[in-house]
Nanobody, 123 residues
Framework: QVHLVESGGGLVQAGGSLRLSCAAS????????MGWYRQAPGKQRELVAA???????NYADSVKGRFTISRDNAKNMVYLQMNSLKPEDTAVYYC?????????????????WGQGTQVTVSS
């Protein structure tokens, strides 16, 4: 099993930046990739960005050019740098990692989830 803990959420004004971090522990050798999903009130959880162990990266179209995912394998960490934030980015952001659970439309979903961190962007 892989345990994921997020940090770095908060309240920011539109146009601002935040950096989310996720620390992985446990059976880290089973990790094929890590990523970030988000869920806004009344909406389905959606992929924001994912990075595989081989270096492949997916981004949601809505965040391309604004968000950057990166991974530090030595520290078992994954980061999401979020720039030019918009009110529509407001959501709970979840770290996702571990073995690949499924690939849908080229988007990766991994086996394990963090508890989530709230990101609120004010207009």
């Amino acid at each position: 099993q892989v345990h994921l803990v997020e940090s770095g959420g908060g309240l920011v004004q539109a146009g601002g930046s935040l950096r989310l971090s996720c620390a992985a522990s446990g059976n880290i050798f089973s990790i094929s990739g890590m990523g970030w999903y988000r869920q806004a009130p009344g909406k389905q959880r959606e992929l924001v960005a994912a990075i595989t162990s081989g270096g492949g990266i997916n981004y949601a179209d809505s965040v391309k050019g604004r968000f950057t995912i990166s991974r530090d394998n030595a520290k078992n960490m994954v980061y999401l740098q979020m720039n030019s934030l918009k009110p529509e980015d407001t959501a709970v952001y979840y770290c996702n990692g571990g073995p690949i659970r499924r690939i849908v439309g080229g988007k990766y979903e991994f086996e394990y989830w963090g508890q989530g961190t709230q990101v609120t962007v004010s207009s």
